[in-house]
């Protein structure tokens, strides 16, 4: 009689365990999302966080939609095929080799793309600075600050 509720026991919790890992969602950073979501649900996280009224709200969804596009997702970090913080790939041909250091004078396209991201957010700034109260930009930079130094510190 033990046995087999023993049995039964572990059978539920084996059964429970796999129902539940098939209803997580993936949080994968490959995952795609759609644009248009993406795009109305960080304008509607700012608009709740800084409290914008409605035609803030409506200038602010204009330019998240502009630059979209421009603010996407990061190449891999330093050429290697498996995405940032992700060893390469298998290549046969340079197999146990480190790729090259940037030569004088090149930066490669990691520090290309940095370079592009910075000018953008520095344009992204400006039209929301325009959009936002004093206050509520204040407090948006602060935010971001705060976004910078924990990426660093990772």
Do not use: W
């Not at 200038?59 to 060893?87: F, I, T, V």
């Not at 953008?120 to 948006?140: N, P, V, W």
């Amino acid at each position: 009689m033990k046995r087999m509720i023993l049995t039964l026991m572990a059978a539920a919790v084996v059964g429970t365990t796999a129902f539940a890992q098939e209803k997580k969602e993936c949080q994968c950073p490959d995952q795609k999302f759609d644009k248009t979501e993406m795009v109305k649900h960080r304008t509607d996280e700012a608009v709740k966080r800084y409290n914008l009224n409605d035609k803030q709200a409506k200038q602010l969804l204009e330019l998240n939609n502009k630059y979209a596009d421009k603010m996407g997702p990061r190449p891999p970090h330093h050429g290697h095929k498996g995405g940032p913080g992700r060893p390469p790939k298998d290549n046969k041909d340079a197999k146990g080799q480190r790729p090259e250091p940037p030569k004088d004078g090149q930066h490669g396209k990691h520090h290309e793309h940095h370079q592009k991201m910075e000018e953008t957010m520095k344009a992204y700034d400006a039209e929301l600075q325009k959009i936002m109260t004093a206050e509520q930009f204040k407090s948006y930079q602060a935010d971001m600050k705060k976004r910078r130094e924990h990426r660093e510190k990772k």
